[in-house]
């Protein structure tokens, strides 16, 4: 037990400030998801049939792949893709990109796949007369979609949100592969040097369920002020 | 594009497959029988046995599966007295390890999935059972039970391709599953994109397949 003492004979600091890791991961993913969401939910609500199949493609193929391929992809892929848009510009030396980056991005299109189908069924399903009372008034675009349809959205989207949350704080789990000190890898890292593996990795899920549970007490409180009203 | 590559990879993946639907199915299999068998104590009226499986489902959906596959792997073979039992046998193969994980984890959201099919039965059903003088044992299995099959297909379908999808950690426990190859080649040839494609669109076809698999039995079982 001592084991998880703070100080140098123990992992606790460790492990906590990869508990941090592990939020800031999980925060930036799901950031960078919902600027993908706010890409592709457009595309996928278009009139044009081209840019739905853009669309359908990314959500598609995202949520069909293991999200480990996914990381591979990105983990091998990523610094190659950079060297080789810098080769364009006549940038020819070796770019390492760091692993927190690689990290959120792949975690980050993963989540972002899945917020695009929550925010195309909320906004789906507002009602249409919404819609057109707002053009009725003579609202602008910009008007119409931020006081009109956003806040009605988002009381829709906020349940299944917090899922993606969810599976993206999970996923977060999966970076550990590229070497990035969250807190997965920072029990394997433990549990190697102390060989005491069932200590750490149960502590370990210990930590995600307290994420979990905390997350899921200020999510609901979230959506409770989101639907005062309803 | 290193098309070659691609072609050379293809059946080496392939066989890959065989293993990712061996872990698949037989993680199914036995998730399904530890989900119906969780989903019952959970709509038992005794608040200790619901609290011990909502517990259970609790636990096993809200850590990451990663963490559930490395405590069974490297943690439980710690325990001394562990070893020298006959479950040492099972244990002590990544491959059973890796199915254990799987199952259990299925488990929980199987267990959930059937529980809220099972609660939303309308108790006129049962109701009209009784009233027919159909003994409680036959409404379970000729009533409840179809009716519940019904409801949990659709929910119970994204559960399986998510199960597909989960089975590509057994690649970290040492097993060469599809995603396990995948990773072997990238990381000796330094290709990602071509080995991405191949072996993603071999995942595609299985969703797919999966899919279409459940849109059929759900034509079949409606009513």
Not at chain 1, 67 to 88: D, K, N, P, Q
Not at chain 2, 199 to 206: D, V
Not at chain 2, 208 to 217: A, M, T
């Given at each position: ?65 293991p ?22 510009f ?36 507002i ?56 807190i ?43 639907s005062?009203?309803? | ?28 299999f ?61 244990f ?5 390890c ?95 994109i071509?080995?991405?494609i191949v ?8 969703t ?10 759900e ?5």
């Open positions: 037990m001592e084991l998880l003492y703070f100080g140098d004979n123990g992992w606790g600091d460790e492990l906590f400030i990869a508990t941090l890791m592990t939020i800031a991961v999980s925060i930036t993913a799901m950031l960078i998801g919902f600027l993908f969401a706010l890409i592709f939910t457009p595309l996928k609500l278009s009139k044009y049939k081209i840019l739905n199949l853009i669309g359908n493609f990314y959500t598609t193929v995202i949520r069909g792949v999200e480990l391929l996914v990381i591979y992809l990105f983990f091998f892929g990523g610094s190659g893709a950079v060297m080789y848009v810098a080769s364009i006549g940038y020819f030396e070796y770019i390492e990109i760091n692993a927190f980056i690689t990290g959120s991005f792949a975690i980050g299109i993963i989540s972002g796949a899945y917020s695009t189908e929550v925010f195309r069924g909320a906004i789906q399903s009602d249409k007369g919404q819609f057109e009372a707002s053009k009725v008034l003579g609202f602008n675009k910009y008007i119409n979609f931020f006081k009109v349809i956003m806040p009605q959205m988002l009381r829709l989207a906020l349940p299944n949100l917090s899922n993606v949350w969810q599976i993206t704080l999970k996923d977060t789990s999966l970076i550990s592969v590229t070497g990035l000190v969250e997965m890898r920072q029990s394997y890292i433990a549990a190697g040097s102390t060989r005491d593996p069932l200590l750490f990795y149960s502590f370990a899920a210990v930590l995600y369920l307290l994420l979990t549970f905390i997350s899921m007490k200020f999510l609901n409180r979230l959506e409770k002020n989101y005062r009203g309803f | 594009m290193d098309f070659d590559l691609m072609i050379t990879s293809f059946p080496k993946l392939l066989s890959a497959t065989v293993i990712t639907l061996k872990l698949l199915s037989a993680s199914l036995f998730g399904l029988f530890i989900g119906l068998l969780f989903a019952i104590l959970r709509l038992n009226k005794n608040p200790i046995i619901n609290k011990f499986a909502y517990g259970y489902s609790y636990v096993f959906r809200g850590t990451p599966l990663l963490v559930q596959i490395f405590i069974i792997y490297f943690g439980l073979g710690q325990i001394e007295y562990f070893r020298s039992t006959f479950l040492w046998v099972v002590k193969e990544p491959y059973w890796a199915i254990i994980a799987f199952a259990l984890n299925t488990g929980a959201y199987t267990s959930e999935i059937l529980r809220s099919a099972f609660q939303t039965i309308k108790p006129g059903f049962i109701e009209a059972g009784k009233s027919l003088g159909i003994s409680n044992k036959i409404i379970f299995y000729k009533i409840q039970i179809p009716i519940a099959i019904k409801q949990s297909l659709p929910a119970y379908g994204n559960e399986i391709i998510l199960m597909l999808k989960g089975t590509s950690l057994a690649s970290t426990v040492t097993l060469l599953d599809l995603t396990g190859v995948a990773k072997y080649i990238i990381s000796t040839t330094f290709k990602p071509e080995v991405f072996a993603g669109s071999i995942y595609l076809f299985l797919f397949l999966v899919h279409n698999l459940i849109k059929f039995l034509k079949k079982y409606s009513y």
